[in-house]
C-alpha cells in the first residue's frame, strides 16, 4: 500500500521509497545490512576490483578479522540484497567468486563517505566514550 508521501512498507515496489520510521517498513532491515561492518569491508574490497572478482579466500584475506562464517553470511545476504553476484567455477574443490553488481557499485559512495567520517572523528568519539564513561563512574561513586 503506498501512502499518500509516497513510500511504502512493501519492498520491491518501483518508484516507491520506504519509511524509516514505519516499524514494519524493509529499510530498516536494508540499513542494518548496509551499516554492518563486513559489508562495508567489502563492498570496498570488491569496489578496488570492479569490474573484476574475487575469490573466496582472497577476500578472507582482505578483510582482516572476518571468520569463514561470517563472511559466508555477509555474501549470503549481499548476494540476496542484489549488490553482489557468485560465480562458481566446476573444479575440486570448487573455486567461488564474488563481485559487485551495479547496484552494489552505487552502495560504495555512500560507504566510503561513512567510513571517512568514522576514520577522521574516531578520536573525538573516543574522547566523548572516555568522558562519558568517567562521568558515569563519578556518578555511581557518589
Not at 516507491?16 to 516499524?23: C, N
Not at 570488491?46 to 569463514?68: N, Q
Not at 567520517?117 to 563512574?137: F, I, K, P, T
Request: hydrophobic share 40%; glycine share 8%; aromatic share 4%.
Amino acid at each position: 500500500m503506498i501512502g499518500q508521501d509516497g513510500t511504502s512498507p512493501t519492498p520491491g515496489e518501483l518508484e516507491v521509497t520506504g519509511d524509516l520510521f514505519s516499524p514494519a517498513c524493509p529499510t530498516r532491515e536494508l540499513l542494518d545490512r548496509i551499516g554492518d561492518k563486513w559489508t562495508s569491508m567489502l563492498i570496498k574490497v570488491l569496489a578496488e576490483v570492479h569490474p573484476g572478482e574475487l575469490g573466496f579466500a582472497e577476500l578472507r584475506r582482505r578483510t582482516p578479522g572476518v571468520s569463514h562464517k561470517m563472511l559466508s553470511q555477509t555474501l549470503r545476504s549481499l548476494r540476496r540484497d542484489g549488490l553482489v553476484t557468485r560465480r562458481v567455477e566446476p573444479t575440486v574443490p570448487p573455486r567461488v567468486y564474488y563481485a559487485l553488481t551495479d547496484l552494489g557499485v552505487s552502495l560504495d559512495a555512500p560507504l566510503a563517505a561513512v567510513r571517512a567520517w568514522a576514520e577522521h572523528h574516531m578520536a573525538a568519539v573516543g574522547r566523548a566514550r572516555r568522558r562519558h564513561d568517567d562521568q558515569l563512574s563519578a556518578d555511581l561513586a557518589n
